[in-house]
């Protein structure tokens, strides 16, 4: 048996960030880079929240800075490139991935758990309503979910808090197992169309097996993290969807297709996909350009918290629903990538109605001890958000080091 490659904890952390396209010069913003770290990263989360900027547009602002949203909107509405679907979370995911997202679809309620046996009844009971739903967007679709009202056709009573929301929990469903798609989107208004009306010509053919969703994902999901355990694979790009990830992975394995390394100092056994070999090798020999850059609470870099908390060293809770009082940083906190460190977190608000971008404060790791050069990197971090969002004036909170504002 070979002897397996052994790495440092510095290249495995660059190995990551540079799978997650976040180091390097950062490329013209247009369409064919946003394709291009779309085409690394595989999906983007979406999140109401507005605090600061929704997620989606965050990821894509941390990895190509000041891009057009309208590009990006085109790409998915009028191009298509992207759908709306279940990846590890809600995200915009890419077309050419419709048979992984496709596999979930066939699937959807079909697991034997009690939730899927109940969804099953409910499915079947409220089958002349359901028919209803798809023939009034078939013949006056694309619609909102608003635009459905005739609650006469719906058999069953809600109250309280699910009141009115019937139409919404059938058109979930139909979202779910893949019979409409999000055919336009403003803000939070979505417009529901049928699938085969949403989806362009030319979309790779559904009715994949287990295993051909597990090679394929699997795969994916690798090459985005750079290295990774088993566990860290299963818990990205399409978490929990990987039905014979470890045979799988050993068939990987032993086609050559995916390398068994050691990371030294961290236990288990972690794995690279060859063709992240040559940009390790690269990394290992110093060719390795570091960015200062301010990251979305759910960026794909840092969202499974386990393995953020391994290899950077860096405990993460987003502290939305906890009472003011009780948090330790902040509604909406943005992590701070320098280098191949994660050294801290700002506290940020965006004022629209003023124009303005608030800093709260500047929390840096322990370890992590403050300097010009620090403070000038983070300022064009700041200062970029701020064009990014907009912001006709940045204000820093009365608790920021002096150092940072000047």
Same mark, same amino acid.
């Given at each position: ?12 952390? +660059? ?38 900027? +929704? ?51 066939? +699937? ?12 099953? *009844? ?15 967007? *078939? ?22 808090? *699910? ?14 197992? /893949? ?27 559904? /009715? ?47 086609? /050559? ?35 200062? !850059? ?27 629903? !906890?009472?003011?009082?009780? +948090? ?15 050294? /801290? ?12 971008? !608030? ?48």
């Amino acid at each position: 048996m070979a002897t397996k490659k052994i790495i440092t904890p510095q290249s495995a952390r +660059r190995l990551a960030i540079s799978a997650q396209q976040l180091s390097g010069p950062i490329p013209k913003a247009n369409r064919e880079s946003m394709l291009k770290v779309l085409g690394h990263i595989r999906c983007l989360q979406m999140d109401p929240i507005r605090a600061v900027e +929704r997620t989606q547009y965050l990821v894509l602002w941390s990895r190509l800075g000041q891009y057009d949203r309208e590009e990006f909107h085109r790409l998915v509405y009028q191009e298509r490139a992207l759908f709306e679907y279940w990846a590890h979370a809600a995200s915009f995911v890419l077309t050419e991935d419709y048979p992984l997202h496709e596999y979930m679809m066939r +699937r959807y309620g079909q697991d034997g758990s009690a939730w899927s046996k109940r969804l099953r *009844t409910w499915v079947k009971d409220n089958q002349s309503f359901c028919d209803f739903v798809l023939d009034e967007i *078939t013949g006056r679709g694309p619609l909102l979910t608003q635009d459905i009202k005739d609650q006469s056709k719906v058999p069953w009573a809600s109250s309280g808090w *699910t009141s009115g929301r019937s139409v919404s929990y059938m058109i979930d469903y139909l979202w779910s197992s /893949g019979q409409l798609m999000v055919a336009q989107r403003d803000g939070l208004k979505r417009w529901w169309d049928l699938t085969e009306r949403v989806l362009p010509e030319g979309v790779p053919d559904g /009715g994949w097996s287990a295993a051909d969703v597990t090679r394929d994902a699997l795969q994916k999901s690798l090459k985005g993290l750079g290295i990774a355990q088993s566990k860290h694979i299963n818990h990205h790009f399409i978490e929990g969807r990987y039905p014979e990830l470890d045979r799988v992975l050993t068939q990987l394995v032993t086609e /050559g297709l995916v390398e068994p390394v050691q990371v030294k100092g961290w236990e288990g056994e972690w794995f690279i996909h060859t063709e992240m070999l040559p940009l390790l090798q690269r990394i290992e020999a110093g060719d390795w350009r570091p960015r200062t !850059v301010l990251l979305s609470p759910f960026d794909n870099l840092i969202r499974d918290r386990d393995r953020t908390e391994l290899m950077w060293d860096f405990m993460y809770r987003i502290e939305i629903y !906890v009472p003011q009082a009780k +948090r330790q940083y902040g509604y909406y906190v943005l992590p701070i990538l320098r280098g191949d460190r994660l050294i /801290g977190r700002i506290d940020p608000k965006m004022d629209r109605k003023k124009g303005q971008l !608030v800093v709260n404060q500047i929390y840096l790791e322990s370890k992590v001890k403050e300097s010009k050069a620090l403070a000038t990197e983070l300022r064009r971090s700041i200062q970029s958000l701020g064009r990014f969002l907009e912001a006709t004036t940045i204000e820093y909170g009365p608790d920021v080091p002096q150092i940072f504002r000047s």
